[in-house]
């Protein structure tokens, strides 16, 4: 999976987002606000991270079923093909995930998400994928993202003025950011819902 970074334009200025949750639209690259700011980083070096994650935990995860895991670390490995799952009766509604960033010396601006089980087209069909995701940084309720129903990376971003890692003009070195599922598109066989993905973006 290639990593985005987003940055000019994107630091104006360093606010934080208001307290009033607001509801957001995935977006492709064509239609940011600063296309040309966008670079796509697969050299011979790897993707470059300017949020180190080092931990992560979800309130459930599927067990393994022969050599596939679904363990949430998988959100964070560079690979479409090796999804999250919930592992609750039902569709997840209310499971979570909890990222731990340090060291952060970055705006966090925006998120992209690989929604459903990404390995193939049946794989992600049967599967359930994620509808609304409730985003929140250091536990305070920042945006609800609208996913579509489709495959590949959907990237949300927050705005020109909004910098969720900022706190009076200074970055936090360490904070955490959580997704939390509320609704879903049920997939045709399994209840199960997926998430191949998550990247965090506004390096620059």
């Not at 290639?2 to 607001?22: E, W």
């Not at 003025?161 to 970055?171: I, K, R, S």
């Not at 066989?189 to 191949?196: F, G, H, L, M």
Request: aromatic share 10%.
């Amino acid at each position: 999976m290639k990593k985005i970074l987003l940055t000019a334009g994107m630091c104006a200025s360093m606010l934080t987002a208001s307290a009033q949750v607001k509801e957001l639209e995935p977006f492709s690259v064509s239609e940011l606000q600063n296309p040309a700011a966008v670079q796509e980083e697969d050299g011979d070096d790897g993707p470059q991270d300017c949020f180190p994650v080092t931990n992560i935990t979800a309130t459930s995860r599927l067990a393994p079923q022969g050599n596939n895991n679904y363990n949430e670390k998988n959100l964070y490995d560079y690979n479409d093909f090796t999804p999250w799952v919930e592992g609750v009766k039902g569709y997840g509604i209310g499971e979570k995930v909890t990222f731990t960033l340090e060291d952060v010396s970055a705006g966090f601006t925006g998120i992209s998400i690989t929604n459903g089980y990404s390995k193939n087209q049946t794989a992600w069909k049967n599967n359930s994928r994620v509808k609304k995701l409730k985003l929140s940084v250091d536990g305070r309720e920042k945006f609800i993202l609208n996913l579509k129903d489709q495959m590949g990376e959907q990237v949300f971003q927050f705005g020109d003025d909004v910098v969720l890692n900022v706190v009076d003009g200074d970055f936090q070195e360490v904070f955490t950011v959580t997704i939390e599922i509320l609704d879903v598109y049920k997939g045709i066989k399994y209840d199960d819902t997926a998430i191949s993905e998550v990247t965090f973006l506004g390096c620059y």
